[in-house]
């Protein structure tokens, strides 16, 4: 079976600019989690959507969104792209939303120049 | 916001030696969870933890959670050269009445094997 998958793999953009980074859930797996993983930190937790709704945000700025659509698959926006969102983003999975059933993709390496 | 203290930092070892890290925090905790990740991969989960007290082992992995629900510690026994990679504690803060996907993380700890 699958794992999680995200795309893409890497991206370079520049300040200013809009990104979107897409995320592919664990074939019935309902939950999608999104977190940002800056070099030498632990991930950090932006947003949780189960069942196409967010459950939970963390705290993060509104340049960042989100949304989960009718197939379990998710996307991550960020808007107004600064220096510091340069970082792995990380892309979870559960089939409800319990912690430990919490699969993780590869995560979407961005650099913003 | 919360944080969890992670240490040590780094460990350079001899294949064979045991390892022990931990992570500590002024909160109190419902869930501990260690995660291993490895260059290019996402972290993939060791050992949860749900009960203060619980010690729980995953072939030489042995992780325990706290009696003050504030600290837990993984050992890892024997080391071998595939153990290398980066450790995270992470938990989810008792209280909380949000998502059940909102872990917080510690920094890690790197741990090298020399052969």
């Known amino acids: 079976d699958a794992g999680v998958t995200q795309s893409p793999t890497h991206l370079i953009k520049t300040r200013g600019q809009q990104v979107t980074l897409r995320c592919s859930p664990i074939?019935?797996?309902?939950?999608v989690s999104w977190y940002q993983q800056v070099l030498g930190q632990g991930p950090q937790f932006i947003f949780q959507y189960y069942e196409k709704e967010e459950r939970g945000r963390g705290n993060f700025p509104d340049r960042f969104s989100a949304r989960q659509f009718p197939n379990y698959s998710s996307e991550l926006n960020v808007n107004a792209l600064l220096l510091g969102d340069s970082a792995l983003y990380l892309c979870?999975?559960?089939?409800?939303?319990?912690?430990?059933?919490?699969?993780f993709g590869p995560g979407t390496r961005l650099t913003v120049l | 916001g919360q944080q969890l203290n992670q240490s040590p930092q780094s460990m350079f070892i001899q294949e064979g030696e045991d390892v022990s890290m931990n992570c500590t925090s002024s909160?109190?905790?419902?869930?501990w969870l260690w995660y291993k990740q490895e260059p290019g991969e996402g972290p993939v989960l060791l050992i949860a933890l749900y009960k203060a007290g619980e010690l729980t082992s995953n072939g030489r992995l042995t992780a325990q959670f706290g009696i003050t629900r504030k600290d837990s510690f993984l050992n890892i026994s024997a080391s071998i050269p595939s153990d290398v990679g980066i450790y995270f504690c992470?938990?989810?803060?008792?209280?909380?009445?949000?998502?059940?996907?909102?872990?917080?993380f510690g920094k890690g700890t790197k741990l090298s094997v020399k052969p």
């Open positions: 992470a938990g989810q803060l008792a209280g909380y009445g949000g998502s059940q996907g909102n872990l917080i």
């Open positions: 979870a999975s559960s089939l409800e939303w319990v912690i430990d059933e919490q699969f």
């Open positions: 074939s019935g797996h309902k939950s």
């Open positions: 909160s109190i905790f419902n869930t």
